[in-house]
């Protein structure tokens, strides 16, 4: 599994938010949705999710509910919190995935450019509309 320094700057929470898109979502089992869909490439430790998503709660772009499972047969219950995405989460996925993209864009024409490669054309710029001219005693 990948655990390295550059995956923790990956954009977790607009994955995590992706995978609240389509239902609600327990942390685990979102931890488990990344790792199985990213062929264990990205993987996160679920006390980390817990910390975005309190974060996310608080800015409104989820909200939780509170499930108590079925007794454990020791007379203990289990509950679960499940995630679910609001209409201004999903707002907010969009700007992510806008800005992903461009950053992402802007790291293939990085690591693709050829300094020997001739210069995209420019287009020309359009004269600047010009204000009146004032007669001065050189043009007479």
Known sequence: ???NEFTRRLPIEM???TLLRERDM???EMVQALTIRSEGKISLAEAGLYIMMYKLLKKG???DSHTVLDSDGAGRSRSRVYYHLE???EEHL???IEEYDRTTEGIRLFMTYDPDAPEPRKKPRKPRSSAKKTKTKSDE
């Open 1 to 3: 599994m990948a655990t």
């Open 15 to 17: 994955l995590c938010l």
């Open 26 to 28: 327990y942390c685990y």
């Open 61 to 63: 772009y989820v909200s």
């Open 87 to 89: 209409p201004s989460g």
């Open 94 to 96: 969009k700007k992510l």
